[in-house]
Structure formats: C-alpha cells, structure tokens
C-alpha cells in the first residue's frame, strides 16, 4: 500500500462541520448557501488544495532552479458541471510571481513540470477535467 493521507470530519450542525487533518489542523468546512456559514465549500476546499498543490511544486522546482522568487499568488477558478455530481469540468490558473531576475522560461518550466509530473491534487481531478494556466511576472 501506498502513502496514506487522513482527515476526519465532525458534524458540528446544519451543514457545518469542522475537519481536522491528519497533521492536527482544523479548519471549518461549510455551505455558502447558508446565511451564517462559517467557512469555504467542500469544493472550495478542493480548489484550494490544488492551488497550494501546485504553488508548492512552484517554489520547490524554482529554489531548486536557483530563481530568486520574492512573492508568488496562484488565483484558481473551477468550471463545474451542470447536474449531480457537479465535478469539476475545468480549472484555470493565474500564477502570478515576482522577483528581480526571475525568468520566464524557468518559471515556465516549473509550471510545467507541477502539472505533469508532481502536483497529485492536480493529478486526482477527472481526466476529463480541462486545465488551463498563465503566468504573470511583475517587478518586485
């Protein structure tokens, strides 16, 4: 068997619950559709994972890659599908970064490689799911 991750989740009440991960930390899952909710969706928590997922591998591969980054911000959005089980249809990505020397094609490649090879927040969408990225560099 291979690695195991774990959360276990507690139903706190209407369709509010918190979820304490594996590591020991809690956050407060909840419906947006409720007046009083207390915390992102499941669905926002899935995006959520897939952006710090991906933004990892980023600056892991550009440390790696000696890229003097100083800043990085990756804004997701997600498609759903129309009917039960709303999936996720599509993901579209800004990686926006900054810092003085930081080049394109490195930073391009991290995205690539986070993508195809390392992000499995990523990697466990639906195969169908499309995912589209772009990069913005700034000055910092």
Do not use: N
């Not at 959520?48 to 990085?72: F, S, Y």
Request: proline fraction near 6%; glycine fraction near 8%.
């Amino acid at each position: 068997m291979g690695e195991q991750t774990k959360a276990i989740l507690r139903w706190q009440e209407g369709l509010r619950f918190e979820a304490e991960s594996g590591s020991g930390h809690r956050i407060v899952a909840d419906s947006p559709s409720r007046p009083d909710h207390a915390g992102p969706s499941p669905m926002e928590l899935v995006l959520m994972g897939v952006a710090g997922c991906t933004a990892m591998d980023v600056v892991a591969i550009l440390e790696k890659m000696r890229q003097p980054l100083a800043r990085l911000e990756v804004e997701i959005v997600g498609s759903r599908a129309e009917t039960h089980p709303k999936y996720f249809t599509g993901v579209s990505l800004v990686y926006r970064l900054w810092g003085e020397g930081l080049t394109l094609e490195k930073v391009q490649r991290a995205v690539e490689l986070s993508h195809t090879t390392y992000c499995s927040a990523l990697a466990s969408l639906r195969p169908d799911c499309q995912v589209e990225s772009r990069i913005e560099m700034y000055a910092p």
